[in-house]
C-alpha cells in the first residue's frame, strides 16, 4: 500500500508564510516582497518564489515541509533517477503537477512531488501508472531543473509553453490585412486551419515576443523540426514539434504571410501583422527551400520595444556630442558601419527621430522598412522592379529633400550619388559593412570614389557592435585568469594609459558606472594596471536563463572628420594611419570603447574580446 500523507492538523495547517515566519527563516518585510512577487506569477507557489529571491534555501524549505506533513525528504541532486519509469507518467503530466517517477520496489513507485498537499494528484497517479504511489518531498525549483533534465527538453518546453498561453486568458491573436482564401485549396491548405496547428504557431509567435526575440527559426531536418529564437543575439533552440506537421505548420506561415503555399521550389518573402492582445507587431518572413523542406525565418518588428534613445544605447557623451554635430549639419555624410544585426538601422533611426521636425524633409530609401516612423517618407526598394537605391536617390533628389537615408551603400553608382547629394546641399545618412571606422575610407575609395570628393563629403563615421549585459539579477564580482587577459592582449602589468584611454574616458566611465563598480571608478587613474580593476561576470539565474548575460549595450567608435583626417584621407593614407590620427584626437576604438564598458560592470571581458579588434 501506498505511505498515506498526513492530514493537516495544528501548525502543519498554517499557511507556508507563517510557517517560514514562526521558524525565523525570513522577516516580515520579506515575507510581503515574496507575496507580491508570486502575485505578479499567476500559479507559483511561495515556496518556490523565496527560493527563486534567494530568500531561503531550498533544502531548508524543503526540510521544513518535511517536518510538518511529516513526510521523507529527497535532495534530487544526489538521487539517480530510473529513467526507464519517465514513460510511466507523461512529460505533460510530469510538468503541470511538478511530478517525477524516481524508483520502483514491486508494485510500489516512489514519486517525488513538490505540493504535499496534492492528495488528488497521487490518486491520479495511482490510476494512470497502476502502482502503489508512495511520495517523497522535493523542492520545486530542483523538480523543474529536473523535469527538463530527465524528459525529452522540446517535449516539456513545448507543453509549458502551451501552458503559458491557456494561463494567460487565451490572449488573442489576430492576423490583420492578409488573405486566408487561398485559390486551389487542397487538403494541406485545410489542415493549417486545424486547431492544433493554429494553436501551436500562436503559441510560438506570443512567446517569442514576450521573451524578447529578435528572430524566429523554424528549419526541417530529415528526422526532426527545430525551432529556435535568437534572444540578444544569440540563438537558443526552444522546441521540437513532431515531424508529422512539418508540411502544416510550414503552409500555415505562408497563408499568414500571404505567400503561394504550393510553390516550394523558390524563396519567398512576405509579412505578417498580428494583433496580440492589445499590440500589433509585424513579422518580416523569409521562406527558403533546402534539402528537406522549407525553413522559416520570422524577424520580429515590435515598435513597441524600439528604443530612440542613444544614451540609452551606451554611446559615451564625446561620441554623441560629435554625432548629433554632424547630422545637424545642412549637408554632408554620416555613415554607420557594422556588421548585420549589430544595431546600424536604429542608430539611423534614433538619429532621424532627433533631426524630425515640421520644417524638414526626410526622404529614406530602406530594403526592407523596419519601422514606420511618423512624419518621415520611406520608400521600400525593390530590385526585381528597377527600384534600386541608387534609382530611389534620383528620384529623391527631384522631391525637394533636407535629409536623405539610404538603407546602404552597396556600389559605386549608389555611393557616386550619394556623394554627389552630400556636396549639393543635402544630409546623406548610410551603412556600410565595414569592421571599423577607418576601414570604411579604404572601402569607399576602392569602389572607385574619389579621395577629394570622399573627404569633402564625409562628416563622420561610426563603427559599433552590439555586446551582451551582465544579468544584475547574479552579477558577481570576479578575477580574470592569465588566458582571458592574453586573449585581450593585455597583462596583468598593463596600465589604462598603455591602452590609450584619456582623463575625459575615465570621468565619463564614473559618471556612468553600475552601482557595482561606482566605488572603485572614484579611485581610477591613467596608471591604473588591469590587475587592480573589477572584473564582473553572471553567475546565471532564472531571469536570465542561466546565461549570466541578458539584454545588450553598444559598443561604438565614432571618428569626426576633422581636419588633420581629410588631409590624410586626400592623401590616401592607410588604415592604420587614420586611425593612429583619429584615437589622437580622442577617438576611442571599439576595443577601448569596450573595456570602458567593462569598467563600469556593465559586459564581460569575454564579450568585448568576442565582438571587437584590438
Not at 533636407?402 to 544630409?427: F, P, Q, S, Y
Request: charged share 25%.
Amino acid at each position: 500500500m501506498a505511505a498515506p500523507v498526513a492530514p493537516l492538523s495544528g501548525r502543519a495547517a498554517e499557511r507556508l508564510g507563517d510557517l517560514l515566519l514562526k521558524e525565523g527563516m525570513i522577516s516580515t518585510e520579506q515575507l510581503a516582497m515574496a507575496l507580491k512577487e508570486q502575485a505578479s506569477t499567476p500559479g507559483q507557489r511561495l515556496g518556490l518564489t523565496v527560493v527563486k529571491l534567494g530568500l531561503v534555501q531550498e533544502t531548508d524549505v524543503v526540510r521544513m515541509l518535511a517536518r510538518q506533513f511529516r513526510m521523507p525528504a529527497v535532495d534530487l541532486s544526489r538521487f539517480s533517477v530510473d529513467t526507464r519509469l519517465l514513460k510511466l507518467i507523461p512529460a505533460e503530466l510530469a510538468l503541470k503537477h511538478t511530478v517525477l517517477p524516481l524508483k520502483r520496489e514491486g508494485r510500489q513507485l516512489t514519486v517525488a512531488i513538490a505540493d504535499p498537499t496534492a492528495l488528488a494528484v497521487i490518486d491520479d497517479l495511482k490510476f494512470i501508472t497502476r502502482y502503489d504511489i508512495v511520495p517523497v518531498l522535493a523542492g520545486e525549483y530542483s523538480m523543474h531543473a529536473a523535469i527538463e533534465k530527465h524528459y525529452e527538453a522540446n517535449e516539456v518546453h513545448m507543453q509549458s509553453v502551451l501552458q503559458d498561453i491557456a494561463a494567460a486568458d487565451e490572449e488573442d491573436v489576430e492576423v490583420l490585412d492578409s488573405q486566408e482564401e487561398v485559390q486551389d485549396a487542397s487538403i494541406l491548405a485545410a489542415q493549417v486551419d486545424e486547431a492544433p496547428v493554429v494553436k501551436l504557431i500562436n503559441a510560438i509567435l506570443v512567446d517569442a515576443v514576450h521573451k524578447g526575440a529578435s528572430d524566429i527559426h523554424f528549419e526541417c531536418f530529415e528526422t526532426e523540426l527545430r525551432v529556435r529564437y535568437r534572444i540578444d543575439g544569440a540563438l537558443t533552440e526552444v522546441m521540437k514539434p513532431p515531424l508529422k506537421m512539418r508540411a502544416a505548420l510550414i503552409s500555415r506561415f505562408k497563408i499568414m504571410a500571404s505567400l503561394n503555399i504550393a510553390e516550394r521550389r523558390v524563396p519567398q518573402d512576405g509579412r505578417i501583422k498580428l494583433k496580440v492582445g492589445k499590440k500589433v507587431i509585424d513579422f518580416r518572413v523569409s521562406v527558403l527551400p533546402t534539402l528537406f523542406g522549407e525553413k522559416v525565418v520570422l524577424r520580429i518588428l515590435d515598435k513597441g520595444n524600439l528604443t530612440l534613445d542613444l544614451d540609452k544605447f551606451g554611446i559615451e557623451p564625446r561620441a554623441e556630442r560629435e554625432l548629433m554635430e554632424a547630422i545637424s549639419n545642412p549637408y554632408g555624410m554620416v555613415l554607420v558601419t557594422g556588421p548585420t544585426g549589430s544595431g546600424k538601422t536604429t542608430t539611423l533611426y534614433s538619429a532621424l527621430s532627433k533631426i524630425n521636425t515640421g520644417d524638414t524633409n526626410i526622404m529614406t530609401a530602406e530594403d526592407p522598412v523596419e519601422y514606420n516612423l511618423f512624419g518621415i517618407n520611406q520608400v521600400q526598394v525593390r530590385t526585381d522592379i528597377g527600384m534600386t537605391f541608387a534609382a530611389a536617390l534620383k528620384a529623391f533628389l527631384r522631391q525637394d529633400p533636407n535629409v536623405i537615408m539610404v538603407g546602404e551603400i552597396r556600389d559605386l553608382e549608389t555611393g557616386g550619388i550619394a556623394i554627389k547629394a552630400a556636396l549639393t546641399g543635402h544630409m546623406v545618412m548610410s551603412t556600410l559593412h565595414t569592421n571599423s571606422a577607418p576601414e570604411t575610407i579604404t572601402r569607399l575609395l576602392d569602389m572607385g570614389l574619389e579621395p577629394f570628393n570622399v573627404a569633402s563629403a564625409l562628416n563622420l563615421i561610426l563603427a559599433q557592435r552590439l555586446v551582451r549585459r551582465i544579468c544584475s539579477g547574479c552579477k558577481v564580482q570576479y578575477v580574470p585568469d592569465t588566458a582571458e587577459l592574453t586573449g585581450a592582449k593585455v597583462s596583468a602589468t598593463t596600465t589604462l594609459r598603455e591602452l590609450r584611454f584619456t582623463d575625459e574616458a575615465l570621468r565619463n566611465a564614473r559618471a556612468r558606472a553600475t552601482p557595482e563598480a561606482a566605488p572603485f571608478l572614484t579611485r581610477l587613474s591613467l596608471d591604473t594596471t588591469i590587475g587592480e580593476l573589477p572584473f564582473f561576470k553572471g553567475n546565471g539565474c532564472d531571469a536570465c536563463a542561466g546565461t549570466g548575460l541578458k539584454g545588450r549595450q553598444g559598443v561604438y567608435e565614432v571618428m569626426f572628420l576633422t581636419p588633420t583626417l581629410k588631409k590624410l584621407v586626400m592623401q590616401n593614407a592607410d588604415v592604420q594611419v587614420l586611425r593612429d590620427a583619429a584615437i589622437s584626437e580622442g577617438m576611442l576604438s571599439l576595443r577601448m570603447d569596450g573595456w570602458l564598458k567593462v569598467l563600469k560592470g556593465v559586459t564581460t571581458l569575454d564579450q568585448v574580446i568576442r565582438e571587437t579588434a584590438s
